[in-house]
């Protein structure tokens, strides 16, 4: 059902034998870090998908904005004074996280972590389940490099607001160009994470650099939010680099608006959770971190990947 | 202490705002066991005097002596210390509190640990209202009470300060006649027993009364100083004007037979009981009563303020239920409120813009204004009633009290409003404003208006008023011709309500 | 027209002009005409919304809602595009009519209801955005329609049609504020509500009226967000409702009421959208925008107040006398 | 005693005890012990922040800053902590310090600068966060001390201990209100500025002092905050200031100033807290959540405004007489 485990850091996997469902029929909370991003909706499609072929129950509690990281806690807590069997999280602060979900371990919970390639959580926990950024952003420049080659490329990029995300994603973007002199990063600013800012900043740095010909944003919201910019300014021979594999940001590169992104697939990886929460909660999970597989899909790809809907959330606007 | 050596001096005081010297080189003596009245026109710079007193205000030039050694008044806090407490003209209190809390406001009584003594508070505060002989609870809300006892409680925040010097500034412009007799009894005990008051006030009759000695300011200089042993008010009124006035109350009868408005014992939950008159056309009907006899009421029941439980208002013969002040407006009512800074005016306006406030239908077409049209319609009326020229320059919040007064009234002129109720309309303006508003009335009666009258002014209330009504507990207890009665009449009738409230509540 | 253009201009006019310059002689592209018209595109959404935050505050309101109800009516517009299927011709003008709605209701609320315009707009701030979030599960609906993206980028005689409208709304908002009977009665309101009340003035009705202004003015707002982004979503239009407000202060409105110039909020809303595309030519990291931004406002109010103060300072040190108005604003503010 | 616990507690203290009563009937693990204790955790830091934006409302102020604020202090407890290696025992006292002067910064600038704390509070909360984001590249700083989780986590006789934060603070701030002359002057300057310079209260300073407070509380906000999450973050208090207003609003404080009672903002932030928590444990998504506290806050406030109408018409169908406190209300508010 799903890659097999990598083990987590020493001294970061909780005993899965220590874990007591105490439910006849397994009652699941998953808890993004906030309702906001439509990829955390994906990732509890799969979850959902696979909870109602294996008859377990789940329920979904977020705050709205990722931002909220008080109010997530608030909602652990309201959580923890439940008799839920398991805990599918994912959260912007693993630090402020780390002391409830050491309480839900100690109270025989399966605490599993969702969109996260953190090896060393900072309390033990049973499993995470991501891909790694890292690796995501660093297969898109390297997809950049071998289909632009030795072209000279100036280069803008759109971060997220600061943070683990950016840090990471930007950080395997400029990984992967390094040693190639052609790309050149001229600018770097902050779009917020959402299609607003992205627009905002997209008009702005293609003022300030009207000779850029690349932009790489560190979700899909944000180079979609960019290319509304570039389509006005009349550049739609920039070449647009996003990461999610969203469905709104996969219709946009059908449709020829943004060039690429990594796509992620959340709705396997909700299910990748999902099984593995299951089987941790019936012991035969072993621990440890799954990494879920990532994709460079340019338009083709898009298509392609579009023409499966029933592995996608939300569904396309449309049939390809 | 020397009788002769003044408490307070001021010496050479100079005061300007942008674009007027408030006060020009003033010097006045206050002395202590003496009342000093401080008179003149609107804006003639009393109130700015007091603030420079009362530490509100920096002097631009001249200095204040205190026991004949200059002193530096930097704030209200010094002020208060050196012993002086003033009554100002603009409420000083603070609605949300209780009466208790504001006649100790900013020196409450404390424990030694510096905890408010709540005890002490009303106990204390009951002690100075019962030297007042005024009849307010000390835990009542301030800001419920009607204007006349905030204004109460106003002076009783000074006389708890027992201060060596007291400066009143128009103590009087909300007060009846019971209540000024009793106020100016305490001040002459106060007095008595050493106490220098500084006093300011446009009634010139209870001046008269009360004053030992007086100051009267002419655009901001002192035309006449004190030490006169008669305080003679034709000389007074000729000082502060400049020039001899004839006739105070210049009445014209203009009343016509045909009733044009009609109570039928209407009754609201605001206290009004039972009323009933009729209101001819060019008629001034008078009301008169004591503080809180509930003639503001009547006026709120006619004009749809308050909703009526009994009785109705025929209108030209017309039955009419407003619902709210806009219909009685539409019905062509007017009010002129009691307290025309907070009820009346638009500070952010000019002029005109209050002027034609009420009836911008008239000016609009299909929604738009006919500005020229008002442009020349306002400044027909400020001709007209020798409103200040600078009305049209600045907001209103820069003119004189009279100057505003005027405006208000202008406002109905304006309008096509044919019934009018004034709500002391001459309260804090000064005798030359007032004659302006008495012709006002006789222009509007002139034109086949009728007018409601509610003043406190006994004198005014019986010169200018075709009939009388007086009003007890909320309810007319008799009509009469003005002529037939006099100002023992309206006297007796006050002291009669007045006092029995107060023994049966002080009993209770 | 001397109505119109008061003195009250001068402040932000100079404000804006003395931003302007800093910018262009620190930034290399600012004045390229590209940038010029990106200038009337980033201003436009913002400088439109506080139109309707500007006349509550004229009539001593807050509007805390628009923020959201832009969440909102995206919601709302891209469901009908998408789902629904209505036309985009005929989506528009819905739209504006469920703005004013919106605005009716609190209007209605606050005017009828006696509730301070704080407490109602914040309600409708928070509750306007759950609102957005029970539609399409909470998720963005992207493209929308073809047709809709030219209503923002579209060009004509070459200038970006966005120009147009806020030539449009603001010489009405003008025009309305200064020539109209309902103009006057909203200064007379916001200036002080219980005389208007006893002149006649239908203080609820007038102040519900600019809650419908404002609610219109949103959807003004929301359409052409959408249209820039081509999509609808719970998450946009955040903080928007501060920007608005912003506006409106750095254009000199007074929050206690009844005075100020609406075009001074344009003003304003250029003033702030200058300052940030400045920083963002420059690559200003965002904490130094937010930083710049709260200085601009403190400064702006701060000068708006202390007008007495300076103007006294530059009479004293060019020998002239202060200048009443000044003092007047002052007081009445 | 008998002031402090006044009639203005009885709406509060009903809305309470129904949105309990209700609570608790529809969800099955509200009376929990557990879930009990819970609460007092939940409630406490934006209760205790209450504090602050309360007694600012009493003096017909706004603090609009303290969810920034929030951040901008655990980015700088957190750099002390981790960065600049200050012992826990002495950098809690630094950042309640500097809390407080931040407080009198945004204080000052209101009072002696003559600028609505509506503006100040407005820049600060832009503002703020642009300086809390300047720190650590804005990154978030985690891990910051294992002796800091204890003082939200911990017990003390079985309660947690941010209970007992709650009941010194509320109590020294009710006591305060009531019994201290700077209490009373909050009051007076709210009630009526004017009155209070004229009778020699320091109205600037007290205005000044009450974002002295509201500062401090905001710091103890924040301490608690990085205690709980054990980290420091500029993204941290997102909303919170408006969640502090709508406790003091909830709990019946008038926005202009001068009337209210300290505890009811306790009894707001609980209501809203609970409500909260029947919808979490329900697994009600954030939509639902919104929705409702928005219709909370309007419905407060609402019964609070027509006090009068209500126990009029409670009156009418019992036959007794309307209450002269409710009338109160309505008049002073
Ligand atoms: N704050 C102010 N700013 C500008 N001008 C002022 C201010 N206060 C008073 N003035 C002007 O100063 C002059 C003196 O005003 P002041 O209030 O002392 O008059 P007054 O004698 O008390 O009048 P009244 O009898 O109407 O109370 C008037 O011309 C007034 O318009
Ligand atoms: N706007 C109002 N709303 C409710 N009650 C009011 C209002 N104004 C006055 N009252 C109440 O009416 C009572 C009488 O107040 P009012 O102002 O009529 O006194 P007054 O003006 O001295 O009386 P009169 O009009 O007879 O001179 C007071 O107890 C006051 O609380
Ligand atoms: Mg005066
Ligand atoms: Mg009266």
Redesign the interface.
């Given at each position: 059902d799903y890659p097999a485990p990598v083990p987590l850091a020493e001294g970061a996997q909780a005993p899965i034998d220590a874990i007591t469902p105490r439910n006849e029929t397994f009652r699941i909370?998953y808890m993004p870090p906030a309702?906001?991003f439509?990829y955390y909706?994906a990732i509890g499609e799969g979850i959902k998908a696979v909870a109602a072929e294996e008859g377990v129950e789940v329920?979904?509690?977020?705050?709205?904005?990722g931002?909220?990281?008080?109010g997530q806690?608030?909602?652990i807590?309201?959580?923890?004074?439940?008799?839920v069997d398991a805990i599918v999280f994912g959260t912007?602060?693993?630090?402020?996280a780390?002391?409830l979900l050491k309480q839900a371990v100690e109270k025989g919970m399966a605490v599993v972590m969702i969109n996260s390639d953190i090896p060393n959580f900072?309390t033990p926990i049973h499993g995470v389940v991501g891909y790694s950024q890292r690796n995501g952003t660093h297969k898109i420049a390297d997809w950049a490099i071998e289909t632009y080659g030795d072209k000279p490329l100036k280069v803008g990029i759109i971060e997220g607001?600061?943070?683990?995300h950016s840090?990471e994603r930007v950080g395997g973007f400029l990984d992967g160009i390094e040693g190639n002199e052609n790309f050149d990063v001229v600018?770097?600013?902050?779009g917020?994470w959402?299609?607003?800012g992205g627009?905002?900043?997209g008009?702005?740095?293609l003022?300030?650099h009207?000779d850029l010909d690349m932009i790489f944003a560190a979700n899909d919201?944000m180079i979609?939010?960019a290319s509304?910019a570039a389509?006005?300014?009349g550049r739609s021979d920039i070449v647009l680099l996003g990461n999610d594999g969203d469905t709104?940001g996969l219709?946009?590169i059908a449709?020829g608006n943004v060039t690429a992104t990594v796509n992620t697939s959340p709705f396997l990886m909700g299910r990748a959770a999902m099984h593995a929460t299951i089987d941790a909660l019936q012991g035969s999970y072993p621990g440890g971190w799954i990494e879920t597989p990532t994709s460079i899909e340019d338009k083709d790809g898009a298509i392609a990947v579009l023409q499966e809907p029933e592995k996608l959330f939300?569904q396309p606007?449309r049939e390809y | 202490m020397n009788a002769s050596a003044p408490l307070w001096e001021f010496v050479d005081i100079s005061n300007a705002y942008p674009g007027v010297l408030a006060n020009d080189s003033v010097c006045i003596k206050l002395l202590a066991r003496s009342i000093h009245g401080l008179l003149g026109e609107n804006g003639c710079g009393k109130s700015t005097m007091i603030k420079t007193l009362s530490g509100v205000k920096q002097p631009d030039s001249g200095q204040i002596l205190k026991d004949g050694r200059p002193v530096q008044i930097s704030d209200p806090q010094v002020a208060r210390a050196m012993g002086i407490a003033t009554v100002f003209q603009e409420f000083s209190i603070v609605p949300t509190l209780s009466v208790g809390e504001n006649i100790f406001l900013g020196n409450m009584p404390r424990s030694s640990l510096g905890v408010v003594d709540w005890k002490r508070v009303h106990s204390d505060a009951a002690a100075v209202l019962a030297e007042m002989e005024v009849d307010i609870s000390t835990e009542a809300i301030t800001g419920q009470l009607s204007v006349g006892e905030q204004q109460l409680v106003e002076i009783a925040k000074a006389v708890a300060m027992r201060a060596s010097m007291i400066v009143l500034d128009e103590p009087t412009a909300a007060l009846g006649e019971g209540e000024i007799e009793r106020l100016h009894q305490l001040l002459r005990t106060m007095r008595d027993k050493g106490t220098g008051i500084l006093y300011v006030s446009h009634r010139l009759d209870e001046v008269e009364r009360i004053v030992d000695e007086v100051t009267i300011l002419r655009n901001g200089r002192v035309v006449r100083a004190s030490g006169e042993t008669e305080i003679n008010v034709r000389e007074i009124v000729t000082a502060m004007v400049g020039e001899d006035i004839g006739e105070h109350y210049p009445k014209e009868r203009n009343a016509e037979d045909e009733v044009v408005l009609e109570a039928r014992g209407i009754a609201t939950n605001a206290g009004v009981n039972n009323v009933s008159f009729e209101l001819r056309r060019g008629e001034v009907l008078g009301l008169g009563g004591v503080l809180g006899s509930g003639r503001t009421e009547i006026a709120r029941a006619l004009f749809g303020t308050d909703d009526l439980t009994a009785g109705r208002v025929v209108l030209n013969g017309r039955p009419v239920a407003f619902r709210g002040e806009m219909d009685a407006i539409r019905a062509g009512l007017a009010l002129v409120p009691e307290n025309r800074k907070f009820d009346g005016l638009f500070f952010n306006f000019r002029a005109s813009g209050n002027i034609t406030a009420a009836s911008l239908g008239k000016l609009a077409r299909l929604g738009l204004l006919d500005l020229k049209r008002e442009e020349r319609a306002t400044q027909s009326l400020i001709d007209d009633l020798e409103i200040s020229a600078q009305a049209e320059e600045k907001t209103v919040n820069f003119l004189s009290g009279g100057n505003q007064q005027k405006i208000v009234i202008a406002r109905w002129l304006f309008s096509n409003a044919g019934i009018l109720i004034l709500d002391e309309p001459t309260q804090g303006i000064d005798i030359g404003a007032k004659i302006a508003v008495y012709n006002l009335i006789n222009e509007l009666t002139r034109d086949g208006r009728s007018i409601i009258l509610i003043s406190s002014d006994h004198d005014e209330l019986l010169a200018m008023s075709d009939r009388i009504a007086v009003v007890q507990h909320g309810t007319i207890r008799r009509i009469a011709n003005a002529a037939e009665l006099d100002h023992d009449d309206l006297v007796r009738a006050s002291a009669s309500t007045g006092r029995n409230r107060e023994e049966g509540e002080a009993l209770a | 027209m001397k109505r119109i253009f008061d003195a009250q201009l001068i402040g932000p006019f100079a404000a804006l002009v003395i931003v302007s310059l800093v910018v262009a002689l620190t930034t290399e592209r600012f004045l390229n005409p590209g940038n010029l018209s990106n200038l009337s595109l980033q201003v436009s959404i913002v400088a439109l919304i506080a139109i309707g935050s500007t006349i509550v505050i004229f009539a001593a309101g807050i509007d805390l809602s628009s923020g959201s109800m832009v969440a909102l009516l995206t919601m709302i517009f891209a469901l009908m595009l998408k789902f629904v299927g209505v036309p985009l011709v005929l989506a528009v003008p819905l739209i504006l009519v469920a703005g004013a709605l919106l605005g009716l209701l609190i209007g209605v609320i606050t005017a009828y209801g006696r509730i301070p315009s704080f407490i109602t707009t914040l309600a409708a701030l928070i509750a306007f955005r759950g609102l957005a979030l029970t539609f399409n599960n909470g998720s963005p609906i992207f493209s929308l329609d073809p047709a809709l993206e030219p209503l923002f980028y579209g060009k004509f005689v070459g200038i970006p049609l966005p120009f147009f409208y806020l030539v449009f709304f603001y010489g009405l908002a003008a025009f309305t504020m200064n020539f109209s009977k309902l103009g006057r009665e909203i200064y007379a309101v916001g200036g002080n509500p219980a005389a208007a009340v006893l002149t006649g003035i239908n203080v609820r009705k007038v102040q519900a009226i600019t809650f419908v202004i404002a609610g219109f003015m949103t959807a003004v707002g929301a359409v052409l967000m959408s249209a820039r982004l081509n999509s609808g979503s719970p998450n946009y239009g955040q903080t928007l409702e501060l920007q608005a407000i912003a506006a409106a202060v750095v254009g000199g409105a007074s929050l206690a009421g009844g005075r100020g110039n609406i075009l001074a909020t344009l003003m304003g809303a250029m003033t702030i959208v200058i300052v940030q595309n400045g920083l963002n030519l420059n690559a200003a990291p965002s904490s130094v925008q937010n930083i710049v931004l709260g200085l601009i406002i403190l400064l702006a109010v701060g000068i708006d107040m202390w007008r007495t103060e300076i103007s006294a300072l530059v009479a004293r040190v060019s020998g002239r006398k202060p200048d009443a108005e000044a003092a007047a604003g002052k007081k009445a503010g």
């Open positions: 909370a309702t906001e439509n909706i329920f979904m509690l977020a705050p709205q904005s931002a909220d990281i008080n806690m608030g909602m807590q309201d959580v923890l004074t439940q008799d912007h602060d693993e630090f402020a780390a002391p900072p607001q600061p943070g683990y840090t600018v770097s600013i902050d917020k959402n299609v607003e627009n905002t900043a008009m702005d740095i003022q300030a009207p919201y979609i939010g509304y389509k006005a300014l709104s219709e946009e449709a939300p606007s | - | -």
